[in-house]
């Protein structure tokens, strides 16, 4: 499984972006895919996930300004995200797992950083 995220950059306090994530390498609509976030030093986070059957779960963090959804058509992944706050500012990484027993699989991360 390959996951490569785009979308990333430098946006003002209150705007907003999307995050999308392209997989391959194996049937994506049989994964759960994820978005986490790390700022340095601190563990990693998980924003937000949906399941093979689009069930959503989202940090406490981030419920109500961001969005996760996925095309099964074209293999990818969003975040939307909006209302952004300088804390959201973090490298977000896209992960894909098949099941909870097995490995998860990461993107490279992309930058987001929100500041005036």
């Known amino acids: 499984v390959q996951l490569v995220e785009s979308g990333g950059g430098l946006v003002q306090p209150g705007g907003s972006l999307r995050l999308s994530c392209a997989f391959s390498?194996?049937?994506?609509?049989?994964?759960?895919m994820g978005w986490y976030r790390q700022v340095p030093g601190k563990q990693r986070e998980l924003v937000a996930s949906?399941?093979?059957?689009?069930?959503?779960k989202y940090a406490d963090s981030v419920r109500g300004r961001f969005t996760i959804s996925r095309d099964n058509a074209k293999n990818i992944v969003y975040l939307q995200m909006n209302s952004l706050k300088p804390e959201d500012t973090a490298v977000y990484y896209c992960?894909?797992?098949?099941?909870?027993?097995?490995?998860?699989?990461w993107g490279q991360g992309t930058q987001v950083t929100v500041s005036s």
């Open positions: 992960t894909a797992q098949i099941s909870q027993y097995d490995a998860i699989y």
């Open positions: 390498g194996d049937t994506f609509s049989m994964y759960t």
């Open positions: 949906i399941t093979s059957g689009s069930g959503t």
